[in-house]
C-alpha cells in the first residue's frame, strides 16, 4: 500500500492566514492526488484533484501543488468557513489511501 | 443535480453482516466509478473500495476477504456487505460517486458493533 503522511497533524490560524498542508506518498502517484475538506457530521468535500485543480465551486483561495512524492495544499487567506479537518488522497494505485488529516483550528 | 442518499442497519452485533445501500438519484450510473469510505470515530478516513459502472470491483486489502460491493441498476443504487463485523468495523460509512475525484458523497451512516 502507499502510505501518505501529513503534516502537520493540526494548526492553529487566525482569520486571514495563510495556511500550507503538506502531504507526502511513500512511492511516486504522479498527479493523482486529491484533497478533501471534512467537517463534523457532514460528508467529506472536494476541494482539489489531479494535484492541482480546482474542484468546480470551490473558492479561489483554495490551490493545490506538486507531483511525485510531495504536494502541498495553500489556503491563501484562511477564512470562518475554512475551520476544518484536510486530507489528501492518493489515486495512483489500489487502495487509494488517505493521508492522516490536517486540523484546522482557531487560533 | 446528482444526489446520493444511503440507507442501512446502524447496529450490529459481533459476526453479523453490515449490509449499506446508495441510492443515485438525479444521474446514471455510466460512466462512473462508484466507492464506499468509513471512517473510525476518531480517526481518519478509510478507503473500502470501489465498483465500476460495467460491474469490475477493487477493495483494500485489508477487508477484502469479507467485503463485496455490489450494483443494481435497475434501482440505481449500490451496496456494501461487510461480514463477520467486530468492534473495529465501527464507523461512520459513507459511499461516493468517482474514483481519481470523489465529487458526490451520501450523507454518512453510523455502523456501531457492539454486544
Known amino acids: 500500500d502507499i502510505q501518505m503522511t501529513q503534516s502537520p497533524s493540526s494548526v492553529s490560524a487566525s482569520v486571514g492566514d495563510r495556511v500550507t498542508i503538506t502531504c507526502r506518498a511513500s512511492?511516486?502517484?504522479?498527479?493523482?492526488l486529491a484533497w478533501y475538506q471534512h467537517k463534523p457530521g457532514k460528508a467529506p468535500n472536494l476541494l482539489i484533484y489531479?494535484?492541482?485543480t480546482l474542484q468546480d465551486g470551490v473558492p479561489s483561495r483554495f490551490s493545490g501543488s506538486g507531483f511525485g512524492t510531495d504536494f502541498t495544499l495553500t489556503i491563501s487567506s484562511l477564512q470562518p468557513e475554512d475551520f476544518a479537518t484536510y486530507y489528501c488522497?492518493?489515486?495512483?494505485?489500489?487502495?487509494?489511501?488517505f493521508g492522516g488529516g490536517t486540523r484546522v483550528e482557531i487560533k | 443535480q446528482v444526489q446520493l442518499q444511503q440507507w442501512g442497519a446502524g447496529l450490529l452485533k459481533p459476526s453479523e453482516t453490515l449490509s449499506l445501500t446508495c441510492g443515485v438519484f438525479?444521474?446514471?450510473?455510466?460512466?462512473?466509478?462508484w466507492t464506499w469510505i468509513r471512517q473510525p470515530p476518531g480517526k481518519g478516513l478509510e478507503w473500502i473500495g470501489e465498483?465500476?459502472?460495467?460491474?469490475?470491483?477493487n477493495y483494500n486489502p485489508s477487508l477484502k476477504s469479507r467485503v463485496t460491493i455490489s450494483l443494481d441498476t435497475s434501482n440505481n443504487q449500490f451496496s456494501l456487505n461487510v461480514r463477520s463485523v467486530t468492534a473495529a468495523d465501527t464507523a461512520v460509512y459513507y459511499c461516493?460517486?468517482?474514483?481519481?475525484?470523489?465529487?458526490?458523497w451520501g450523507q454518512g451512516t453510523l455502523a456501531t458493533v457492539s454486544s
Open positions: 488522497q492518493q489515486a495512483n494505485s489500489v487502495p487509494f489511501t
Open positions: 512511492q511516486s502517484v504522479g498527479s493523482w
Open positions: 489531479a494535484a492541482s
Open positions: 438525479g444521474g446514471s450510473f455510466s460512466p462512473y466509478y
Open positions: 465498483i465500476h459502472y460495467g460491474g469490475s470491483t
Open positions: 461516493a460517486r468517482g474514483q481519481v475525484k470523489l465529487t458526490h
